[in-house]
């Protein structure tokens, strides 16, 4: 296990922004009063996530929005006078490794809050533990509507859209489309996802609202190729064989990367309409390969979310790292300023005083103020959609989206009622 606080080397004085950034972190705190710990010392928080393999990049960036905030709120004299330390550990995206690695921080670093990871199936093996030792546990990138549904715990909480929200705002963009013309029904759809809940549950999620939005369709391909799987060419093969018009690809991370460019040689892009999760780790990586006029969905894409807060995150990111944030980094930055939220105002680090102070809370954050719904602990947020730009952005040297393309699908529309998510809850 390894000890970040932090390990890459930090610029702290390189812009104004950053303080602004900082400054939005602390308000999000709030004020407290009696019922304070004492002051002095430190405390500690965990992330066990995924740092190796195809997929480490989301981790990698997750931990560092996490450590990002930590630095943050340590350079304004912490949480309750105490100073903040993290812990961090590679879960291999292996739910009993992730398990082992969160009981250890429990047990061994006494950590107050866990957060990630990036596998839905690591992150349910965390919840129970979290659950089980009353640890607060925030999800800032595994999403899978099980964890706050049949596995819900009230330390568990979401700061991410579910895996029902994400694929209705993609089927809710696909229907606009196809009313204005731009794409012709019936849809010839294939799917394509790692064959484990997450790629499960949103390819259902996503055909579930073609058809509550009566966008017409015939499935002619399915392909599960298991997630960081080194070989896709039977898969690749089989869909591009059955001539889907629009394809919905729930792979991310290097997975996706792979896809794009295996697929490229055979004018996949085309001829069929792609679906998929290409935000700013995988439209940097694909450079000019990046699919022009494909349609991106994404979490939080910080530059298409016209918040300051979120600005000035991107440029202090920007002057730490030297690389544009993905949505991994903004949603788990905001995922400590939720648990900080919770602390300031319970005026403790008692795990089950902080889960009832965030539990229906509307919190300040650097993506602007999110309600933590108290039914689920759900974050009451949109889902972003838009379309592959064909050149790069001035700003990034790599595409991003086409200006003016993105759409944010609100919550009301793509999240499911409190009655629903109680029905699932045991």
Same mark, same amino acid.
């Given at each position: 296990m390894s000890h970040c606080q932090p390990v890459r080397p930090r610029h702290w004085a390189l812009a104004t922004l950053a303080a602004a950034a900082?400054?939005?972190l602390i308000a999000a705190c709030g004020n407290s009063s009696a019922g304070s710990a004492s002051s002095g010392g430190t405390v500690t928080v965990g992330e066990s996530t995924t740092l190796s393999g195809s997929i480490a990049e989301l981790g990698e960036s997750g931990l560092q929005g996490v450590e990002l905030a930590v630095a943050?709120?340590?350079?304004?004299? /912490? &949480?309750? /006078?105490? +100073?903040? +330390?993290?812990?961090?550990?590679?879960?291999?995206a292996t739910p009993a490794t992730g398990a082992a690695n969160a009981k250890n921080m429990i047990l061994q670093d006494h950590v107050v809050a866990l957060f990630g990871p990036v596998s839905s199936a690591v992150a349910a093996a965390e919840e129970q533990l979290a659950g089980q030792y009353k640890v607060p546990i925030f999800f800032h990138t595994s999403n899978d509507i099980s964890l706050m549904g049949a596995n819900f715990n009230p330390y568990a909480f979401q700061v991410v859209p579910n895996t029902d929200m994400e694929p209705r705002a993609a089927a809710l963009y696909l229907d606009s489309e196809v009313k204005a013309g +731009?794409?012709?029904?019936? &849809?010839? &759809?294939?799917t394509f996802a790692p064959n484990y809940s997450f790629g499960q549950d949103s390819v259902a999620g996503f055909i579930q609202a073609l058809k509550y939005y009566n966008v017409p369709?015939?499935?002619?391909?399915q392909q599960w190729p298991s997630l960081e799987a080194t070989n896709i060419s039977p898969n690749l093969s089989a869909l591009i064989a059955a001539k889907p018009s629009v394809v919905y690809n729930a792979q991310f991370g /290097?997975?996706?990367?792979?896809?794009?460019k295996q697929a490229t040689p055979f004018g996949f892009f085309k001829k069929t309409t792609m679906l998929s999760m290409l935000n700013t780790a995988e439209l940097a990586a694909l450079g000019s390969q990046a699919p022009a006029g494909s349609i991106a969905y994404d979490r939080a894409p910080w530059f298409a979310m016209n918040e300051p807060g979120v600005t000035a995150f991107a440029s202090e990111y920007h002057a730490t790292y030297h690389q544009w944030p993905d949505t991994w980094a903004v949603l788990a930055y905001t995922s400590v300023q939720v648990w900080a939220y919770g602390v300031k105002h319970a005026g403790t680090f008692d795990a089950g005083k902080v889960s009832a102070a965030i539990a229906g809370a509307a919190i300040p954050t650097i993506r602007g103020t999110i309600t933590i719904r108290a039914c689920d602990h759900q974050a009451e947020i949109p889902e972003y959609v838009g379309t592959v730009a064909s050149s790069p952005s001035s700003q990034t040297g790599f595409p991003l989206w086409t200006p003016g393309s993105a759409f944010a699908a609100p919550f009301s529309k793509i999240g499911l009622s409190c009655a629903q998510m109680k029905a699932m809850q045991k």
């Amino acid at each position: 296990m390894s000890h970040c606080q932090p390990v890459r080397p930090r610029h702290w004085a390189l812009a104004t922004l950053a303080a602004a950034a900082a400054c939005t972190l602390i308000a999000a705190c709030g004020n407290s009063s009696a019922g304070s710990a004492s002051s002095g010392g430190t405390v500690t928080v965990g992330e066990s996530t995924t740092l190796s393999g195809s997929i480490a990049e989301l981790g990698e960036s997750g931990l560092q929005g996490v450590e990002l905030a930590v630095a943050d709120l340590n350079s304004h004299g /912490g &949480l309750l /006078g105490k +100073k903040i +330390k993290v812990v961090s550990a590679d879960d291999a995206a292996t739910p009993a490794t992730g398990a082992a690695n969160a009981k250890n921080m429990i047990l061994q670093d006494h950590v107050v809050a866990l957060f990630g990871p990036v596998s839905s199936a690591v992150a349910a093996a965390e919840e129970q533990l979290a659950g089980q030792y009353k640890v607060p546990i925030f999800f800032h990138t595994s999403n899978d509507i099980s964890l706050m549904g049949a596995n819900f715990n009230p330390y568990a909480f979401q700061v991410v859209p579910n895996t029902d929200m994400e694929p209705r705002a993609a089927a809710l963009y696909l229907d606009s489309e196809v009313k204005a013309g +731009k794409i012709k029904t019936p &849809l010839a &759809l294939g799917t394509f996802a790692p064959n484990y809940s997450f790629g499960q549950d949103s390819v259902a999620g996503f055909i579930q609202a073609l058809k509550y939005y009566n966008v017409p369709f015939k499935i002619v391909s399915q392909q599960w190729p298991s997630l960081e799987a080194t070989n896709i060419s039977p898969n690749l093969s089989a869909l591009i064989a059955a001539k889907p018009s629009v394809v919905y690809n729930a792979q991310f991370g /290097g997975d996706l990367v792979t896809f794009v460019k295996q697929a490229t040689p055979f004018g996949f892009f085309k001829k069929t309409t792609m679906l998929s999760m290409l935000n700013t780790a995988e439209l940097a990586a694909l450079g000019s390969q990046a699919p022009a006029g494909s349609i991106a969905y994404d979490r939080a894409p910080w530059f298409a979310m016209n918040e300051p807060g979120v600005t000035a995150f991107a440029s202090e990111y920007h002057a730490t790292y030297h690389q544009w944030p993905d949505t991994w980094a903004v949603l788990a930055y905001t995922s400590v300023q939720v648990w900080a939220y919770g602390v300031k105002h319970a005026g403790t680090f008692d795990a089950g005083k902080v889960s009832a102070a965030i539990a229906g809370a509307a919190i300040p954050t650097i993506r602007g103020t999110i309600t933590i719904r108290a039914c689920d602990h759900q974050a009451e947020i949109p889902e972003y959609v838009g379309t592959v730009a064909s050149s790069p952005s001035s700003q990034t040297g790599f595409p991003l989206w086409t200006p003016g393309s993105a759409f944010a699908a609100p919550f009301s529309k793509i999240g499911l009622s409190c009655a629903q998510m109680k029905a699932m809850q045991k």
